[in-house]
């Protein structure tokens, strides 16, 4: 069964508005969660490593102030699209680690947003 | 030259056969290797998860990675329309990151 619930599923909303996506880990703690953007027929693209309790690390070219990370709790992790744009418009995933470091991760079922 | 290269496909089987997928890497320090597969509109699933060469059978799914080559494979078995997907391949280091590195993902359709 999925271990990483992921909230909304698709999301549509006007240009300039504030987007919360929620990536919880079921049954396990995650220390570790990452996130991810894929373009329509493109591979996943990692944006930012979230660890429960620091700041997120993003990859370069990820704007920190645009995309919004927090990891409050070893359950929870949270990103924010601050003043979306048509051009934010993607498919964001979410994965956590079961586990150690050398273990696998986990995808949440992933969030369709949409700006209009 | 990119990490991992992966053909996109598509790849169009009839039901029954065997379907064989691979990835070349290029990076040696990669030791953890996996295949996910997602459907459209869905996140990734994992299939497989090997450490470092040999091979590894879970039902219908061998995965295998020769590490001599940079060369990793999954082959799926007795193929059935529901396994049409996108399947990933991607690796890691293990490291203190543990980022992985995905490959393109190939599209496999399986026709009744």
């Known amino acids: 069964g999925a271990v990483v619930s992921q909230h909304p599923s698709w999301v549509i909303c006007k240009s300039g508005t504030s987007v919360k996506i929620e990536c919880r880990s079921l049954d396990f703690q995650a220390t570790t969660m990452f996130w991810y953007r894929q373009f329509p027929k493109q591979s996943l693209m990692l944006m930012a490593t979230s660890n429960e309790g620091s700041k997120a690390t993003y990859e370069q070219g990820v704007e920190k102030d645009k995309f919004l990370i927090n990891h409050a709790s070893l359950t929870l992790s949270t990103l924010t699209v601050t003043s979306a744009h048509p051009e934010d418009s993607s498919f964001y995933i979410c994965?956590?680690?079961?586990?150690?470091?050398?273990?696998?991760?986990?995808f949440g079922d992933g969030t369709r947003l949409s700006i209009l | 030259q990119k990490e991992v290269e992966q053909d996109p496909g598509p790849l169009s089987v009839p039901e029954g056969a065997i379907v064989s997928l691979n990835c070349t890497y290029s990076?040696?320090?990669?030791?953890?290797f996996m295949w996910y597969r997602q459907y459209s509109r869905k996140g990734p699933e994992l299939l497989m998860y090997t450490y470092s060469s040999g091979n590894k059978e879970d039902g219908r799914f061998t995965a295998q990675v020769d590490k001599s080559s940079k060369y990793i494979s999954l082959f799926i078995r007795d193929s059935q329309p529901s396994d049409s997907a996108t399947y990933l391949c991607?690796?890691?280091?293990?490291?203190?990151?543990?980022?992985?590195?995905f490959g393109t993902g190939t599209l496999l359709a399986v026709q009744p």
């Open positions: 994965s956590a680690l079961l586990g150690g470091r050398s273990q696998p991760q986990h």
């Open positions: 990076n040696s320090a990669f030791q953890y």
């Open positions: 991607a690796m890691s280091g293990g490291g203190a990151t543990n980022k992985l590195i």
